[in-house]
């Protein structure tokens, strides 16, 4: 069963929780026992999208790539240098070196901030997604607490007016 389906299944018992608890008289409202709501708002948040629990580990993966992007260009950066001291130890090709070297520190500084920005262009996409995927859920939340709200109003109006037309 997808977890949207379960979702509306988790509302729709709240639903009937708040429709079968005992009416205050003359205050429209009624008498909910905490532990089977706090039961159920539990169920709900067990029944969230898994976009939602995966946030946290977007968040890290994110953070992952980031970091190995990083230790790739330290480990180039660092092969390029020991490339280049071994060049500079050789008198002949002393000046050919120099230029190799620095090419090659280029370069790998280059390669270096092009996956920096790939990570970061990765990472925001996902968090865009995901957000997008948070906002869609949270409408649908929304939609089902005015539902609710929609559905509990009129029928304490028409209860209320029975009672008050009872009492005459």
Do not use: C, F, W
Not at 79 to 89: F, P, R, S, T, V
């Amino acid at each position: 069963m997808s977890s949207n389906m379960n979702l509306v299944m988790l509302l729709d018992k709240m639903e009937e929780l708040i429709d079968k608890a005992p009416e205050i008289p003359l205050t429209g409202r009624v008498l909910l026992d905490s532990d089977d709501v706090l039961d159920l708002v539990d169920k709900i948040r067990n029944s969230l999208p898994d976009e939602v629990r995966k946030a946290e580990m977007v968040s890290t993966e994110k953070d992952r790539v980031i970091s190995e992007g990083q230790q790739k260009a330290e480990r180039m950066i660092s092969q390029a240098e020991e490339y280049a001291n071994k060049l500079i130890q050789d008198h002949e090709i002393t000046r050919q070196a120099q230029q190799e070297a620095d090419r090659i520190l280029d370069e790998s500084r280059a390669k270096a901030e092009e996956m920096e920005e790939g990570a970061r262009s990765y990472a925001q996409d996902i968090l865009a997604n995901l957000q997008n995927s948070l906002e869609k859920t949270l409408t649908q939340v929304n939609r089902g607490k005015e539902e609710l709200e929609n559905r509990e109003q009129p029928d304490s109006r028409e209860e209320v007016e029975s009672r008050e037309s009872r009492a005459e």
